[in-house]
């Protein structure tokens, strides 16, 4: 698993963990215009990127969100 990282406002178009300002986490999250989609079933619809104090690439990407999409339309 990696590291936790400071998050700047910087990120690629990848799968996060989030880890807020207050102590919260958030697994899978997907980053779109500063905010942070969660797509573990949280309910929130974002979180603003202002919220993070750390992230982490999150070993749960694309392929694992597609195969689990593809499992529940079956």
Same mark, same amino acid.
């Given at each position: 698993?990696?590291?936790? /990282?400071k998050y700047t406002?910087?990120?690629? =178009? =990848?799968?996060? *963990?989030?880890?807020?300002?207050s102590g919260t ?11 942070? $989609?969660?797509?573990?079933? $949280?309910? *929130? ?6 919220r993070v104090d750390?992230?982490?690439?999150? /070993?749960? =990407?694309?392929?694992?969100? &597609? &195969?689990? /999409?593809? $499992?529940?339309?079956?």
């Amino acid at each position: 698993m990696q590291e936790w /990282q400071k998050y700047t406002g910087e990120y690629s =178009q =990848q799968f996060y *963990d989030l880890k807020l300002k207050s102590g919260t986490i958030i697994y899978h999250c997907w980053p779109f215009g500063g905010n942070f $989609t969660p797509v573990d079933g $949280t309910g *929130d619809v974002y979180i603003d990127g202002g919220r993070v104090d750390f992230f982490r690439v999150c /070993q749960f =990407q694309w392929e694992e969100y &597609r &195969r689990g /999409q593809e $499992t529940k339309e079956e």
